[in-house]
Nanobody
Framework: QVQLVETGGGLVQVGGSLRLSCAAS????????MGWSRQLPGKQRELVAG??????NYADSVKGRFTISRDNAKNTVYLQMNSLKPEDTGVYYC????????????WGRGTLVTVFS
């Protein structure tokens, strides 16, 4: 069992920045990939970024603007979001997978990000 708790969401103006954090606990060592997904209003949940052993992967919609990082000592993954746009508004979920090709095994409860102009 893995527990994932996200923090850092909130209101931000267009062009601004936010940093999300996700603290993981439990049997996290079975899961090599930690990442972030988001659900935008009226859309399906999508993978946004992932990290495993220093290798990162991003959705095209956030490349160059979002940066994922991981502190293994703290079992925490971060998502630095810069140059935010109104279309980034949504609920952001932390997740873990066994590997890059596996389905997400655990989700956090999510944190809301609202970008306003």
């Amino acid at each position: 069992q893995v527990q994932l708790v996200e923090t850092g969401g909130g209101l931000v103006q267009v062009g601004g920045s936010l940093r999300l954090s996700c603290a993981a606990s439990g049997n996290i060592f079975s899961f090599n990939v930690m990442g972030w997904s988001r659900q935008l209003p009226g859309k399906q949940r999508e993978l946004v970024a992932g990290i495993s052993n220093g290798v990162t992967n991003y959705a095209d919609s956030v490349k160059g603007r979002f940066t994922i990082s991981r502190d293994n000592a703290k079992n925490t993954v971060y998502l630095q979001m810069n140059s935010l746009k109104p279309e980034d508004t949504g609920v952001y979920y932390c997740n873990v997978r066994e590997n890059w090709s596996a389905s997400v095994r655990y989700w956090g409860r999510g944190t809301l990000v609202t970008v306003f102009s």
